[in-house]
């Protein structure tokens, strides 16, 4: 069992928005404003999209947007387009462990 | 262009020791911890251990301590992930990944594309 919690599976049409949740403890996600989103598509390395809760790295489109509102971080994509199916994974640095855990990851499906 | 190289595919018997690597290019080597990351077969990563290759302190995620080593040479900007005796449960991908700069980082910035362990009699 993964130390974040996130949904299996989101899906949204083109164009529409969706949120993916990480849920966890005062330890991690509640406690620190650390949280990373990381992308997957198959067979791929990930790709990191959002770090220390709502900041873009160069290049990553601005219609990705995280979040946090006590234990819980989201991610949040707009105007959704097919490359954006993916599977896609937060982590948060915690206090009860070394360095960072992940969530269970989401898959990502746009219909 | 910053990266980070990683070693092919292997095949291995259980028992048998490996050594996978990870080299940095493009950036200071020295400067950045390098993580790693074990993706089981359709299943999610796993943060397993780290090391800051300037002076090799390494940190394991508890649920791989003892289980794996974890080294660095940084006269060749080299990071490495080693087994002394693999089980079937080691078969995954492995990713090497770049800590993002400062003491506050939490977060990889840089990824390997992966080395791909099979483990089988």
Known sequence: QSALTQPASV??????SIT?????????VGGYNYV????????????????????RPSGVSNRFSGSKSGNTASLTIS????????????????????FCVFGGGTKLTVL | E?????S??????????????????????TSYWIGWVRQMPGKGLEWMGIIYPGDSDT????SFQGQVTISADKSISTAYLQWSSLKASDTAMYYCARRGSGSFSYY??????????????
């Open chain 2, 108 to 121: 990889m910035d840089v990824w390997g594309k992966g080395t791909t362990v099979t483990v089988s009699s």
């Open chain 2, 8 to 29: 092919g595919a292997e095949v291995k018997k259980p028992g048998e020791s490996l050594k996978i690597s990870c080299k940095g290019s493009g950036y200071s080597f």
């Open chain 1, 20 to 28: 993916i949740s990480c849920t966890g403890t005062s330890s991690d």
């Open chain 1, 79 to 98: 105007g959704l387009q097919a490359e954006d199916e993916a599977d896609y994974y937060c982590s948060s640095y915690t206090s009860s462990s070394t």
């Open chain 1, 36 to 55: 990373s989103w990381y992308q997957q598509h198959p067979g791929k390395a990930p790709k990191l999209m959002i770090y220390d809760v709502s900041k």
């Open chain 1, 11 to 16: 899906s949204g049409s083109p164009g529409q």
């Open chain 2, 2 to 6: 910053v990266q980070l190289v990683q």
């Open chain 2, 59 to 62: 940190r394991y995620s508890p």
